[in-house]
């Protein structure tokens, strides 16, 4: 079935980049999405990307994808104390009835030190 | 513009008892998904609704049931209640089926 796989953890200094992998399995996804859940919190949709393109970049965040590899990356430039969150990976998949639903991974938490 | 909005955000419950959870899709929005998140793990579907019916079903039982009114608004409904329900429940909307969610802040349920 559909999985998708994220590291568990990153730390980094406030004002460095921070790079959040994700491997994912289907390959009919269309979309690919980058969510932020902060303590406590729903999830906030940060940016997303089509399965035809190879990156897009929104202010800060810059989404790459890797088609042949199934891999994405999430970086966040010059990373504030206000990025500490756990970030998920989500593809959406499509379903016996052709709809779609998202599949999660796990969520990697960035730690930003001061 | 509202985002979701869901209620409450907080209950505890027992086992065995019976739960209503409640979302308001984002404005304009006609398509609703609801997820369960255990602690420390990503969300994971349980179904979607749209035009008043469920269209798809993740994998849970039939515990879970839900309804979608004409206003495009949502309820889960959680039978016979397990230790194993606690989570945050979560309530996504879209714009069709394959237009990006957006969440709300769920609805953490604590099982006792």
């Known amino acids: 079935g559909e999985d998708v796989e994220q590291s568990l953890f990153l730390s980094v200094r406030e004002g460095d980049s921070s790079v959040i992998n994700c491997t994912y399995t289907d390959s009919s996804s269309t979309y690919l999405y980058w969510y932020k859940q902060e303590p406590g919190a729903g999830l906030q949709l940060l940016t997303y990307?089509?399965?035809?393109?190879d990156m897009k970049q929104d202010q800060r965040l810059t989404v790459l994808l890797n088609k042949k590899d199934k891999h994405l990356s999430l970086r966040i430039a010059d990373t504030q104390t206000g990025d500490s969150a756990i970030y998920f990976c989500?593809?959406?998949?499509?379903?016996?009835?052709?709809?779609?639903?998202?599949?999660f991974g796990s969520g990697t938490r960035l730690q930003v030190q001061p | 513009d509202a985002g979701v909005t869901q209620s409450p955000t907080h209950l505890i419950k027992t086992r065995g008892q019976q739960v209503t959870l409640r979302c308001s899709p984002k404005s304009g929005h006609d398509t609703v998904s609801w997820y369960q998140q255990a602690l420390g793990q990503g969300p994971q579907f349980i179904f979607q609704?749209?035009?008043?019916?469920?269209?798809q079903r993740g994998n849970f039982p039939d515990r879970f049931s839900g309804h979608q009114f004409p206003n495009y608004s949502s309820e889960l409904n959680v039978n016979a209640l397990l230790l194993g329900d606690s989570a945050l429940y979560l309530c996504?909307?879209?714009?069709?089926?394959?237009?990006?969610?957006?969440f709300g802040d769920g609805t953490r349920l604590s099982i006792l």
């Open positions: 990307i089509f399965s035809n393109m």
């Open positions: 609704y749209y035009e008043e019916e469920e269209r």
């Open positions: 996504a909307s879209s714009l069709k089926w394959d237009q990006p969610q957006h």
């Open positions: 989500a593809e959406s998949f499509l379903m016996d009835t052709g709809r779609r639903a998202l599949t």
